[in-house]
Nanobody, 115 residues
């Protein structure tokens, strides 16, 4: 069974930093592309950053230069380093992957940036 467990969210002031982690089990992690998504009430879940199995990365325009996605295959974990946080970064952050023909999501971790 594929499981994704996010951690590292919290409350931070504008300009602060947080590091999110997503621990993955039940799949051959090194073969999986991974993504971090963000959702706020009333809006669709949006892709924030993604990383391929070969560690190529992609970012939403709104976070380029501030967020960094990385992966540690030995720990089956993907990270999202978030710097220079803004109130508009507030939301629930979800980890995502596709494996065995299915899409999997974690339960999410709340990030709140106060102004």
């Amino acid at each position: 069974q594929v499981q994704l467990v996010e951690s590292g969210g919290g409350l931070v002031q504008t300009g602060g930093s947080l590091r999110l982690s997503c621990a993955v089990s039940g799949t051959i992690f090194r073969l999986n592309a991974m993504g971090w998504y963000r959702q706020v009430p009333g809006k669709q879940r949006e892709l924030v950053a993604s990383i391929t199995s070969s560690a190529s990365t992609n970012y939403a325009d709104s976070v380029k230069g501030r967020f960094t996605i990385s992966r540690d295959n030995a720990k089956s974990t993907v990270y999202l380093q978030m710097n220079s946080l803004k109130p508009e970064d507030t939301g629930v952050y979800y980890c995502n992957t596709r494996a065995y023909g299915f899409e999997y999501w974690g339960r999410g971790t709340q990030v709140t940036v106060s102004s």
